[in-house]
């Protein structure tokens, strides 16, 4: 949405090493993180998505375009919920049952 926008950001990327230092301030404790002008942060896909269509006139432009909207949010929400097993072992090599210290 930022690209889109036309919105110069910082697109910040963490690896293992780092994360485990950001995680102690981050909100929930979770990625992505928005941080607005170095001070502010927003945690939560969906709520960072819902901000910056919100302030970048994104958002539907009559009460039932932004019902679908987010409609559409939230099966994509679920649906990337559902591959999070499987996205977790590609990238780490953990499964259901394995605890990571």
């Known amino acids: 949405m930022l690209h889109y926008s036309g919105v110069q950001f910082e697109d910040e990327r963490l690896n293992f090493d780092t994360w485990d230092t950001v995680k102690q301030t981050s909100p929930y404790k979770t990625l992505p993180i928005l941080t607005i002008n170095g001070q502010q942060q927003i945690g939560q896909s969906m709520t960072i998505n819902r901000y910056l ?49």
């Open 53 to 101: 269509a919100k302030r970048y006139k994104l958002n539907g432009k009559t009460e039932m375009e932004d019902v679908n909207i987010n409609c559409i949010a939230e099966y994509f929400r679920e649906m990337m919920e559902k591959a999070r097993p499987f996205i977790r072992y590609m990238n780490r090599g953990i499964g259901e049952g394995t605890k990571v210290i």
